[in-house]
Nanobody
Framework: QVQLVQSGGGLVQPGGSLRLSCKAS???????????MGWYRQAPGLQREFVAS???????NYRETVKGRFTISRDNSRKTVYLQMNNLKPEDTAVYYC????????????WGQGTQVTVSS
């Protein structure tokens, strides 16, 4: 049973940058490095959508609208996954959630608490 604790987010102007972090915490032994991780986002009134994922082998995948702007990475020694977001646009405004157990673009069962990202002038 994993707990995913997110940090980062906030208010940024268009063209700005933010970095989100998601740290896995377990009370007993587990292998964070064996799980595919991902980021999803949801704006009010809209469906949750896939943003990016990274496999245990550090292969990455992004939705088309964030390619070249967002970078997902992981530090297995710190049991943490990151989402570096550059050149942010107002349409990136949403609550962002990390997820463990991603298969392709399908989410696994474990979610972070969510963090608000607001891109506005």
């Amino acid at each position: 049973q994993v707990q995913l604790v997110q940090s980062g987010g906030g208010l940024v102007q268009p063209g700005g940058s933010l970095r989100l972090s998601c740290k896995a915490s377990r009370a007993i032994f587990s292998v964070f490095s064996g799980y595919d991780m991902g980021w999803y986002r949801q704006a009010p009134g809209l469906q949750r959508e896939f943003v990016a994922s990274i496999t245990s082998r550090k292969t990455t995948n992004y939705r088309e609208t964030v390619k070249g702007r967002f970078t997902i990475s992981r530090d297995n020694s710190r049991k943490t996954v990151y989402l570096q977001m550059n050149n942010l646009k107002p349409e990136d405004t949403a609550v962002y959630y990390c997820n463990e157990g991603v298969v392709g673009e399908r989410a696994g069962d474990s979610w972070g608490q969510g963090t608000q990202v607001t891109v506005s002038s």
